[in-house]
């Protein structure tokens, strides 16, 4: 790593936590007001929540791995 020291993978963590709680809140917002396109299949899983959940769970999983000033061997 050159330069600031800082791993490219911890600000890609970052993104995927701000992605993940953007799609996530959508998600809850399209659960509570139950507006489903017509002739979509399956809107009874929520997709939008559990990708939210899983792509913030991924980025958290990044920063913490990656974070700034942790000693790396």
Do not use: C, D
Request: aromatic share 20%.
């Amino acid at each position: 790593m050159h330069g600031s020291g800082i791993p490219i993978w911890f600000f890609i963590g970052v993104l995927l936590i701000f992605y993940g709680v953007m799609i996530f809140g959508y998600g809850v917002y399209e659960w509570s007001t139950a507006i489903y396109p017509l002739g979509v299949q399956l809107t009874n899983l929520h997709t939008p929540v559990w990708w939210g959940v899983l792509l913030s769970l991924l980025g958290l999983l990044y920063v913490i791995k990656f974070r700034p000033g942790r000693a790396r061997k």
